[in-house]
């Protein structure tokens, strides 16, 4: 189970001496196994929600819950892919997999298993005993994302994770992530300033105003996907190239760019 919910969150920082809203009136609710997208201006307050539901930032006011339980701390039900690839330099890939099964008390054998299963689910075969150095960035955030799984948390935090990584290998990890969503649907809370990745991959799209942040419109893509059938289509430009994704990016794409407008008008 992994159910998220934002009940009216505020947040505030002090920085310099003055006080300023990060985020306002924030009212959101993440379905068990649902693959939501956050995308919004920089500084909106993107990375500040997800931190809440890690439980490595609060809320100055409202609440957050999971499963109906409010968030006090960090825990193993919660598990974090960051931009950057925190990857354990000394461990290999399968023993950086595994390393939370380990720390759970997973028994050896039953972890191989979980482990072999990610590594093949994430195109990882042959890397089992490589280090992190020997990998390219794409292949260790692909190890960071398999970790994640392999971890069954009920909930999965995504903060621009292929944000380092280049268009090619971007694309390719974009394609490896949806397939894996499908086939271990997760709770995910995405975060992104790219729209079309945000599109391609979420079930919601959650568009934040510029700072202070807000919800400005929450975009249904999964009925849109279902309806025309993108998960039939192999590749991402083939998705990219219909009608209805164009339609939808380019309605999230006048949503940010009104936002633009009025950071000009102010
Ligand atoms: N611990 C903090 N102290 C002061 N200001 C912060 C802190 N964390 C975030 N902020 C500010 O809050 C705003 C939202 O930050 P963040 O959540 O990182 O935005 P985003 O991820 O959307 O770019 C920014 O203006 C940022 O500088
Ligand atoms: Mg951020």
């Not at 994770?161 to 490896?176: K, S, Y």
């Not at 790219?194 to 009925?223: F, H």
């Not at 760019?257 to 950071?263: D, N, P, S, Y």
């Amino acid at each position: 189970m992994g159910c998220i919910r934002f009940e009216n969150v505020h947040r505030d920082f002090t920085r310099g001496g003055e006080t300023f809203q990060a985020l306002v009136d924030v009212n959101l609710e993440v379905r068990d196994r649902e693959f939501v997208a956050i995308v919004g201006p920089s500084g909106c307050g993107k990375t500040t929600l997800m931190r809440m539901v890690a439980g490595l930032e609060f809320p100055s006011a409202g609440r957050v819950t999971v499963d109906g339980r409010e968030i006090t701390d960090p825990g193993p039900d919660r598990a974090v892919v960051f931009q950057a690839f925190a990857l354990f330099p000394w461990k290999t890939v399968a023993e950086n997999i595994g390393f939370g099964l380990k720390c759970k008390g997973m028994p050896e054998a039953e972890r191989a298993r979980v482990v072999a299963r990610y590594i093949e689910l994430m195109g990882l075969g042959g890397y089992e005993k490589a280090f992190p150095h020997q990998l390219s960035g794409g292949m260790q955030q692909r190890v960071a994302i398999a970790r994640s799984y392999a971890l069954d948390p009920g909930v999965l935090l995504m903060d621009e994770p292929f944000g380092a990584l280049d268009a090619q290998t971007r694309v390719v990890m974009q394609e490896e992530l949806i397939r894996l969503a499908r086939q271990n649907p997760r709770t995910v809370l995405f975060i992104t300033h790219a729209v079309e990745e945000a599109v391609y991959l979420a079930d919601r799209v959650v568009v934040m105003s510029r700072r202070p942040g807000r919800i400005k419109e929450i975009v249904d893509v999964g009925s849109v996907r279902r309806a025309e059938g993108w998960d039939r289509l192999e590749h991402i430009e083939e998705v990219m190239d219909t009608a209805s994704f164009v339609h939808l990016r380019t309605h999230i794409w006048r949503l940010l760019r009104e936002q633009q407008a009025t950071a000009l008008a102010a």
